[in-house]
């Protein structure tokens, strides 16, 4: 059965739930630019949408009240610029009114002199063909001229606020033949969602640190880590923290010796060589600075429970190690 809405109601009467469900459908974050008689303008908008590929045609929506409104009601071209994942910045920058907000800012000339900035994801220079009335908004369209794509991953907004895009964990577990193609995580084994949110992570980390030029497997970058927090282990007592058997691991640790980041010692105990440690600062440094996006929409206080509650259970692992070694007299 399908559950009661969380709110209903007459938009006209109710502004702000509406405009809520309105931001439940998630976009991307465009900057839409333009330059009419020698002066260039720009704000952030995420009314555009993609129209007609023949012709190719797109739209987006100017409110009436933007100061910029008058120049983009007689301009002759306009750019559309997607913004990347790390742009908030300059999506905040642009959503501020004003006059110019292109002042110490590095842009190339598009279409009719409309302003391209760098490091987006996309861009589309445009020829304003059409204009049509939308209420307290003014709809364009545009037929592009030159569309230009980068690799890089987009900066969306959903409810009303940033979020980044992640595989949905359901593609993330067919790909992989993972555990579980369910995707309502409510009655889901608790064992099973730690184990997709790891894999939705450590997917995530791997891919940016390709990007960021680490050149490291996961499990290279997990080995290095692994020696580096427990020194002078043999291969054997690093197996937990690997989540590998033993011949993976040792074929690990052959291409990291290879490499040079790791040395094998005659007793069989492993040690980072100076560039093993360079590298696993990297790594860590990468990490934390990615640490932040990956978990951007989760509260301070959730994080706290979940970063308590995980820390507790691998800590009881540790203690069960700890008597383990005791019996044994170890
Ligand atoms: C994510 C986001 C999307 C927005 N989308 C639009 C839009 O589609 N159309 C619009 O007119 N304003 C939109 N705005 C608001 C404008 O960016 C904002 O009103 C800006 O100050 C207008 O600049 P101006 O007054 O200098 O023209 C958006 C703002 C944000 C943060």
Redesign the pocket.
Known sequence: MTKAPVECGNPRDEGAGFRRSLGEFATG?TVITTTVDGVS?G?????FASVSLNPPLVL????RE????AAFESCSHFAVNVLAHDQIAV?QH?????PDKFADLAVSAGAGGAPLLNDVVASFECRRVQTYEGGD?LILLGEVETFRRYERPPLI?AKGRYAVTAEHPEITALATGGVSRRVNAEGEVLSNLLIRAYSEIAAELEKRRMESGLGLSLMQARLLRAVSTSRDSTLEALLPELFLDFNASANVLGSLVALGLITVDDEKRVSLTAAGETCVQRIVHHARANEAMLLEGITEEELATVTSVLSRIVARRDHRTHVRKSDTGQ
Do not use: P
Request: hydrophobic share 35%; no cysteine; glycine share 4%.
């Open positions: 974050v303008y704000l952030t908008s995420n009314s987006w929506s100017i409110r933007s100061q910029s409104f999506s642009f959503a501020r009114s004003g908004h907004f």
